[in-house]
C-alpha cells in the first residue's frame, strides 16, 4: 500500500549525537518542516531539522501532489465569515505560494506541470456559481465551464488556470540537499529553548512544531482544535488523460489528476476511527467507468482539520513567544506546507507578516465542530474497550481496510502490532 511517489529513493541523513546549537530547530521532516527549513536558511537563518524517522515519509509520500489556491468552494465562505479583506489574503497567500513551487520547479526536477485545477459539482450548479461570483468580487478570474471529461454529467466546473501538480518527493529531495537535517531523532520533550533526543540535545533560539498534529499538549489545544480525516487512492494504469485536476463539491466525491501513464482516481474518505467508502468503492467505481484500466497501486493519506476550515500557522499559543507551529491544511498540505513557510520565515526574521491574524492558532475556537470533535472524544474515551490510545487514552477501533487501530478522538493510528503508523500519540502500544 504504497504510493506512487514512494519508487524514489530520497538522501538519509545521520542520528543526531550529541549537544548543539542552531538559531531555528525545526521539528518534523515533511513538506511543511523542510520548506520552513529552506525558506528560512535562505533568508540567512541557521536551522536544523529533526525528523523522528525518515524525512517524507509519512503524509507527504502520500499526497496526491495537487498544488493549488482553489481549496474547493472556500472563498465565498471566507468572503461571508471574514470580510473582503480576509478572503482577498488568503488568496493572495495561496497564490505566492503556487507562484514560489513554479519558481523552484525551473531549477528542481520534480516533473513539474502547470495545469487548471477545478471544483466540480454534479448536481448544484448555483454554489458554484456563488463561488464565481465571490472570486470576481475578490478580483480574480475564475472560469465557470459547463462540460467536463469526466466519466458523468456535471451542472459545471469551477475552473482556477495555471496551477500545478509534481513529484513531492523528487521536489523533497530536491530543497533537503541543502539542510541540516538529523533523521531517525525524535524529540522527546521540550524544556524551554532546548529539545531532548535520543542521542543529545538540540538548544535552538526559536522552534517550529511541523509534525502534522502538534505533540504538546500542554499548549493550544490542539487535541481540541483538531481532528484527523482518512482519504483513498488507485492509481489506475490505462485511465483517461483528464487534462487538468478535478475534485467535486459534495461531500463523498471523487477527485482525479494524471501523472505519467495513470490516473490517480481518490474519494472514500471519512474520519479516521469512523467507517467509509475506501478503496472498495474507488475500485468500483473504477470498474464500471474505467473497465479498461487496470489497478496499479492503491495508498490512503491522512490530513488534519481545522475547526474553520483554516490552517494554524503562527505561535504555537499565545504564551510561547518562540514557539511555533504550521497544521491543520485540510487536505490542501502542499499550497499550505510553503504559505505556512512563508509566513513563518516572515514572523522570524521580521518578527510580523501581513497573513498572521488570518491564520493565528489562538483565534476563537467557538465552532461547531469543536461541539462535535468534545463529543466524539467523550465517548470513545468512556467505552470500555481496549485497546486504548496512548496519546490520551481513546479507545481505538479496528480498521479492517488498513489493517490498523485507528482512534476515532484524534487520528492516531498502529498497526496490528501495536507500532505507531500517524501521530499525535507518540507511544506504541503495550
Known amino acids: 500500500m504504497e504510493s506512487l511517489w514512494s519508487d524514489y529513493v530520497m538522501p538519509h541523513f545521520p542520528p543526531l549525537h550529541g549537544s548543539i546549537k542552531t538559531d531555528v530547530l525545526v521539528i518534523g521532516g515533511g513538506m511543511a518542516g523542510l520548506l520552513c527549513a529552506y525558506q528560512l536558511q535562505n533568508a540567512g537563518v541557521s536551522v536544523v531539522v529533526a525528523e523522528a524517522r525518515q524525512i517524507c515519509g509519512g503524509v507527504t509520500a502520500n499526497t496526491t501532489a495537487k498544488v493549488t489556491a482553489q481549496h474547493g468552494l472556500c472563498y465565498h465562505r471566507l468572503l ?16 505566492k505560494a503556487v507562484a514560489r513551487y513554479r519558481d523552484l520547479a525551473e531549477k528542481i526536477p520534480c516533473h513539474w506541470q502547470e495545469t487548471a485545477n477545478y471544483v466540480y459539482s454534479e448536481t448544484d450548479r ?21 462540460r467536463s471529461p469526466l466519466p458523468f454529467p456535471v451542472a459545471g466546473a469551477l475552473e482556477f488556470r495555471r496551477q500545478g501538480q509534481f513529484h513531492p518527493l523528487e521536489f523533497a529531495a530536491g530543497i533537503a540537499q541543502a539542510l541540516k537535517i538529523y533523521e531517525n531523532t525524535p524529540v522527546l520533550s521540550l524544556e524551554g529553548h532546548s529539545a531532548r533526543c535520543p542521542g543529545g540535545q538540540i538548544t535552538a533560539k526559536k522552534i517550529i512544531v511541523a509534525t502534522h498534529f502538534p505533540f504538546l499538549n500542554s499548549h493550544g489545544s490542539y487535541f481540541l482544535k483538531l481532528y484527523q480525516q482518512r482519504s483513498y487512492v488507485l492509481a489506475l494504469e490505462k485511465g483517461p488523460d483528464v487534462d487538468g485536476m478535478y475534485i467535486g463539491a459534495e461531500k463523498n466525491s471523487l477527485s482525479f489528476r494524471n501523472t505519467g501513464d495513470c490516473l490517480l482516481l481518490g ?9 467509509g467508502g475506501g478503496w472498495n468503492m474507488l475500485a468500483h467505481f473504477a470498474a464500471v467507468h474505467y473497465p479498461d484500466s487496470a489497478i496499479v497501486r492503491r495508498w490512503a493519506t491522512q490530513d488534519c482539520m481545522s475547526l474553520d476550515g483554516r490552517p494554524y500557522i503562527g505561535h504555537y499559543s499565545a504564551r510561547t513567544p518562540d514557539l511555533y507551529v504550521a497544521t491543520g491544511f485540510n487536505k490542501w498540505g502542499m499550497s499550505s506546507s510553503m504559505a505556512a513557510a512563508m509566513i513563518l520565515s516572515e514572523l522570524i526574521t521580521k518578527g510580523r507578516s501581513d497573513y498572521a491574524g488570518l491564520f493565528s492558532p489562538s483565534r476563537s475556537i467557538v465552532k461547531p465542530q469543536l461541539a462535535i470533535n468534545a463529543l466524539e472524544s467523550a465517548a470513545n474515551l468512556l467505552r470500555p474497550t481496549r485497546p486504548r490510545c496512548t496519546h490520551m487514552g481513546c479507545a481505538l477501533r479496528w480498521n479492517k481496510q488498513e489493517r490498523s487501530w485507528d482512534c476515532p478522538c484524534h487520528g492516531s493510528r498502529f498497526d496490528p502490532d501495536g507500532k505507531i503508523l500517524d501521530n499525535p500519540a507518540r507511544k506504541d502500544l503495550e
Open 267 to 275: 474519494g472514500g474518505g471519512h474520519r479516521t476511527g469512523k467507517k
Open 126 to 146: 448555483q454554489i458554484l456559481e456563488a463561488e464565481t461570483g465571490a472570486l470576481h468580487r475578490l478580483g480574480f478570474p475564475a472560469t465557470l465551464n459547463s
Open 80 to 95: 461571508q465569515t471574514l470580510g473582503k479583506e480576509q478572503a482577498k489574503q488568503y488568496l493572495q497567500i495561496q497564490q
